[in-house]
């Protein structure tokens, strides 16, 4: 089973979000596990103190070295070959193809900073720090939530059809294609003909088309590594503009 240990001063944040939905669905089927690790439960004595005043001044707090560390060795006792992630704003940027390479490892060590940070001498202790992006979190809890979660969806059996990450966003380069659900017409906006059709080869086709054109209209960096084939320079053209409302 693949395994998340994540450490933080604020464990419940991590197990509420994972009780719902598909993930919470997943645990229950054991597609993954979770620990949830109260990083406080390593400090030492009556008050059990994580954090301190940064050395040579200025505003915030400092997370402590030691119970972080202490944390840290834990698990990789419980979860030996599984990776020891930082969440940080200065890390390398988390993405789908880091998502897909984490979900072939044995399980996932994520560590949670508070406050202005952890103590910088925690570093020999992980394998590398990541960011979920440009901004600054009040914590690592919810960068955490998002690794794991968009790794477990990528494991097998988290999602109920296995086909279905096939043509998501990012997974062949592309953005996915628009999906439309019951009824066939809301406030005067009609389903696009073709998917009433029942014709599977040219609804894939029109999707394939309509995939490449949100490409190039909303991502000219992805399209960029984009190598278009003669049949999607066709599909391309054909592609009907249903996606220039995300223009800006
Ligand atoms: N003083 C730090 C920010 C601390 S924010 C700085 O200026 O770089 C507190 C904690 O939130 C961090 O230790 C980190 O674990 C988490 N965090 C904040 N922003 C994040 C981001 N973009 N990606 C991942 N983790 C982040």
Same mark, same amino acid.
């Given at each position: 089973? /693949?395994?998340?240990?994540?450490l933080?001063? /604020?464990?419940?944040?991590?197990?509420?979000?994972?009780?719902?939905?598909?993930?919470?669905?997943?645990?229950?089927?054991?597609?993954?596990?979770?620990h949830?690790v109260?990083?406080?439960?390593?400090a030492?004595?009556?008050?059990?103190?994580?954090?301190?005043? +940064?050395? *040579?001044?200025?505003?915030?707090?400092?997370?402590?070295?030691e +119970?972080?560390v202490? %944390?840290i @060795?834990?698990?990789r006792?419980?979860f030996? =070959?599984? +990776?020891?992630?930082?969440? *940080?704003?200065?890390?390398?940027r /988390?993405?789908?193809?880091?998502?897909r390479?984490?979900?072939? *490892?044995p =399980?996932?060590?994520?560590?949670?900073g508070?406050y202005?940070?952890?103590?910088?001498?925690?570093?020999?202790?992980?394998?590398?720090?990541?960011?979920?992006?440009?901004?600054i979190?009040? *914590?690592?809890?919810?960068? %955490?939530?998002?690794?794991?979660?968009?790794?477990?969806?990528?494991?097998?059996?988290?999602? =109920?059809?296995?086909?279905s $990450? %096939?043509?998501?966003? /990012? @997974?062949?380069?592309?953005?996915?294609?628009?999906?439309y $659900?019951?009824?066939?017409?809301?406030?005067g906006?009609?389903?696009p003909?073709i998917l009433?059709?029942?014709?599977h080869?040219?609804?894939?086709?029109?999707?394939?088309?309509q995939?490449?054109?949100? $490409?190039?209209?909303?991502? +000219?960096?992805l399209?960029?590594?984009?190598?278009?084939?003669?049949? @999607?320079?066709?599909?391309?053209e054909q592609?009907?503009?249903?996606c220039?409302?995300?223009?800006?």
């Amino acid at each position: 089973m /693949f395994d998340f240990s994540i450490l933080s001063l /604020f464990p419940n944040l991590i197990e509420g979000y994972a009780q719902e939905s598909i993930l919470g669905r997943a645990l229950a089927q054991g597609v993954f596990g979770l620990h949830a690790v109260d990083i406080r439960a390593f400090a030492e004595g009556k008050h059990r103190v994580v954090d301190d005043v +940064p050395y *040579g001044g200025g505003a915030g707090m400092v997370m402590k070295a030691e +119970p972080v560390v202490l %944390a840290i @060795e834990a698990s990789r006792r419980q979860f030996p =070959g599984a +990776p020891v992630w930082l969440m *940080g704003p200065g890390g390398q940027r /988390f993405g789908h193809g880091l998502a897909r390479q984490l979900a072939g *490892g044995p =399980g996932l060590i994520l560590v949670c900073g508070r406050y202005e940070g952890i103590d910088e001498r925690v570093r020999p202790y992980i394998d590398g720090e990541l960011s979920i992006g440009d901004y600054i979190l009040t *914590g690592g809890e919810l960068a %955490a939530l998002c690794v794991m979660d968009a790794v477990v969806r990528l494991l097998p059996r988290a999602l =109920g059809n296995a086909e279905s $990450t %096939a043509s998501e966003s /990012f @997974e062949n380069g592309l953005l996915e294609y628009p999906h439309y $659900t019951r009824p066939p017409v809301f406030r005067g906006a009609s389903v696009p003909q073709i998917l009433l059709s029942g014709n599977h080869a040219r609804i894939a086709a029109w999707r394939h088309g309509q995939s490449l054109r949100r $490409t190039q209209a909303w991502r +000219p960096d992805l399209w960029a590594q984009h190598k278009l084939s003669p049949e @999607e320079e066709d599909l391309l053209e054909q592609a009907a503009d249903v996606c220039s409302s995300n223009e800006e």
